[in-house]
């Protein structure tokens, strides 16, 4: 039987504190054909020097300029998948934690069937190894993607059924070979945030599934590059899931979600402003604005889908 070779991609920007438990939990696992690479994704804080002092046996590619989330996760997936002709890469963040079996229940899941492109697992919250951040994200009929499913829900094993998702965050996900070849990795239009919605859109229209395996399992720290509650996230979480939706939908689908986005921004608007919380007032708004000048300037849209 073929040995499948599979990549593991670390991407750190100045994360240094935070990779000794993600690649020492990778190395830890009981898969016998991986290769763990850290992509230094621009760091100023010697995380280049750290990597290959303290793991000689790890790879480290660097770029000398930060290429955002995508960009970055691009550079390590063009390496893994041409020019080490990897069978899969686990994309995983480096504020994480991981089983010994992650890899291994991920590989295992992922030949169950030729169309199974992305496999995930189960995300817990790391200060509460018990709680479930995510198991997958649920459909919703305006939105495509709704949210997580399990959040804050203590494992009971109640999640311990595999078969397909909806929807799933990118926090740590298999990725096939052929998947890549056919969608060409993310698309750098998203720099943070909705990159992994735009690359499932992608994949189901190629015919590919998301799959989950509950016997993958990792801790996530949560949101340590980005903060998980910044005027940052909250630009990005309000420009690109709707550029997502304008990129891949009709403009008779968008009207209606640009319309919900509008109702949204106003009464998070009118909050932000009882609460003088003027950075994410400001960056709510002109997130949505981004995103519908994207819309005209690509000419997916005009104003009078909006009217």
């Given amino acids: 039987m073929k040995k499948n070779k599979v990549i593991v991609l670390i991407l750190s920007y100045n994360g240094k504190p935070l990779l000794e438990e993600a690649i020492e939990s990778y190395l830890d696992n009981d898969y016998k054909h991986f290769e763990v690479v850290v992509i230094d994704n621009g760091s100023t804080d010697g995380t280049k020097e750290y990597v290959e002092k303290n793991w000689p046996g790890v790879k480290l590619l660097r770029t000398?300029?930060?290429l955002k989330?995508?960009?970055?996760?691009?550079?390590?997936?063009?390496?893994a998948f041409e020019e080490q002709n990897?069978?899969?890469?686990?994309?995983?963040?480096?504020d994480v934690k991981a089983d010994s079996r992650t890899i291994s229940a991920l590989v295992e899941a992922a030949q169950k069937a030729d169309n199974i492109g992305f496999v995930t697992g189960k995300v817990y919250y790391y200060d509460q190894p018990l709680v479930l951040q995510t198991v997958g994200k649920s459909?919703?009929?305006?939105?495509?993607?709704?949210?997580?499913?399990?959040?804050?829900?203590?494992?009971?094993?109640?999640?311990?059924?595999?078969?397909?998702?909806?929807?799933?965050?990118d926090i740590f996900w298999l990725v096939k070979r052929e998947l890549y070849e056919k969608t060409g990795g993310y698309d750098t239009e998203f720099q943070f945030q909705a990159e992994d919605f735009d690359w499932q859109v992608r994949a189901k229209k190629a015919g590919y599934k998301i799959f989950y395996a509950p016997k993958a399992k990792i801790w996530h720290k949560?949101?340590?590059?980005?903060?998980?509650?910044?005027?940052?996230?909250t630009y990005y979480?309000?420009?690109?899931?709707?550029?997502v939706h304008l990129k891949h939908r009709s403009p008779t689908e968008v009207r209606p979600i640009m319309h919900r986005q509008l109702n949204a921004l106003f009464w998070s608007s009118a909050k932000n402003l009882v609460k003088l919380k003027w950075a994410y007032l400001s960056a709510n708004w002109r997130g949505f604005l981004s995103a519908l000048s994207w819309g005209l300037k690509n000419r997916k849209i005009t104003l009078k889908h909006f009217i």
């Fill in 69 to 79: 989330y995508s960009g970055g996760f691009n550079f390590g997936l063009q390496y």
């Fill in 64 to 66: 000398e300029v930060n």
């Fill in 237 to 243: 979480d309000a420009r690109n899931p709707l550029i």
């Fill in 86 to 94: 990897a069978d899969y890469v686990l994309i995983t963040n480096n």
């Fill in 222 to 233: 949560e949101s340590m590059t980005i903060g998980k509650s910044s005027a940052f996230k």
């Fill in 139 to 169: 459909a919703d009929p305006v939105y495509w993607r709704g949210g997580h499913i399990g959040n804050k829900v203590e494992d009971h094993g109640q999640f311990d059924r595999e078969g397909e998702l909806a929807w799933c965050d």
